[in-house]
Nanobody, 119 residues
Framework: VQLVESGGGLVQPGGSLRLSCAASGFTFSNYDMSWYRQAPGKERELVASIISAGGRTNYADSVKGRFTISRDNAKNTVYLQMNSLKPEDTAVYYC?????????????WGQGTQVSVSS
């Protein structure tokens, strides 16, 4: 099983980045997908999530209206479009896959990609 994030980097405030997470080794379309982030000295927090079939999404209040999560089940990939970036968005961003089947949770984490927002 692999979740490989890409697309992170250094961007100025107000800029945009698009993160991608390519999945392999499991049936991607059966899993709800999420993006989490962890800033230095802070706990990991949920940024956005999308259900397995796509369509229904959920966002942290801090990113609503600026970030958009989407997925392409044909490409086994989930995306996070980040616009109007702020310095407080600086963090390592992680991809997360989760499925609950008969009360058993199956979940996987990516290795993370650094996003830095600074002038």
């Amino acid at each position: 099983v692999q979740l490989v994030e890409s697309g992170g980097g250094l961007v100025q405030p107000g800029g945009s980045l698009r993160l991608s997470c390519a999945a392999s080794g499991f049936t991607f379309s059966n899993y709800d997908m999420s993006w989490y982030r962890q800033a230095p000295g802070k706990e990991r927090e949920l940024v956005a999530s999308i259900i397995s079939a796509g369509g229904r999404t959920n966002y942290a209040d801090s990113v609503k209206g600026r970030f958009t999560i989407s997925r392409d089940n044909a490409k086994n990939t989930v995306y996070l479009q980040m616009n109007s970036l702020k310095p407080e968005d600086t963090a390592v961003y992680y991809c997360y896959a989760e499925r609950v089947l008969v009360w058993v949770k199956y979940d996987y984490w990516g290795q993370g990609t650094q996003v830095s927002v600074s002038s």
